[in-house]
């Protein structure tokens, strides 16, 4: 275990302001990177393993930053490029884990957040905030604060492909902000859902069902798309959407059975390879 929020290094008496000083909307990079293009970006010398801390106050949140992700390298670095120089001006302490399926059965989103989440508080128990972020957003304005509030945040409000139009109000999916007890109080998500779709809505549904609303900063929530090509919707996810309240008990954090196969150092992001075993 690194100790990088607890190192030596002064990190200032006063607390970090809440409204630090931004630029408002961005120019959005999509251009195909090299990595060796992003590493000699100074993003700042106290990034190390995707980590970085703030030196010049405290910092109000230590964010883990959760990547669900299998073949997408290419997006990876546009993603990777562009957020952190957002998370850095927004004052954070955040960690950034890059959470790969090994295993070839369908994609499952859900169960490589709570791995995720389950690995990053290995790595730092302080971890206050749970940042779930699909590889193919990329947010155009950094008054979109990457930070959690008492009930969960959804971030990618309005996103391009759509028109940046809300999908439906319901929606939860793409990136989103949970406080680490909260996470843990709804079993983190369902670790049922293999393929496209359901499983941010199976979310949703915990969090109703716990008492909590989806907060929403519509102006500044605006994000752009990656392309990619659309996997195939799974047929099981209205049933296993169906019964999800009533398994959200035994069917999440609790009952993750996975193996980590590595877990790779970069100095821009934490990668835990990870395999488990589909049941039935
Ligand atoms: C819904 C899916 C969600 C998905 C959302 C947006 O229909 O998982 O579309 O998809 N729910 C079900 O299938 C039950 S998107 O347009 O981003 O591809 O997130």
Redesign the pocket.
Known sequence: VSNVFKNDVSSGESLCPCMPSLKGRLAIDTTPKYWSDIRKEDFSIHLKNGHFWQTQCRARQHLAIIIPFRDRESHLKIFLNHIHPILQRQLHNYGIYVVEQANNDEFNRGALINIGYLEAIKDHSDYSCVIFHDVDMLPEDDRNLYNCLDHPKHLTVLIN??NYRL?YRT?F?GAGAIKSDVFEEINGMSNSFYGW?????DLYNRLKSHGYKILRSSKVSRYTMLNHT?AD?APS??NL?RMGTRRSKYDGLNSLRYKLLSTKRDKLYTKFRVTFKKSN
Not at 197 to 201: A, C, F, M, T
Request: net charge negative; aromatic share 20%; hydrophobic share 20%.
């Open positions: 492909k759509s999908y929606y999916g779709g359901g499983e941010d809505d659309e919707a996810r209205f959407l």
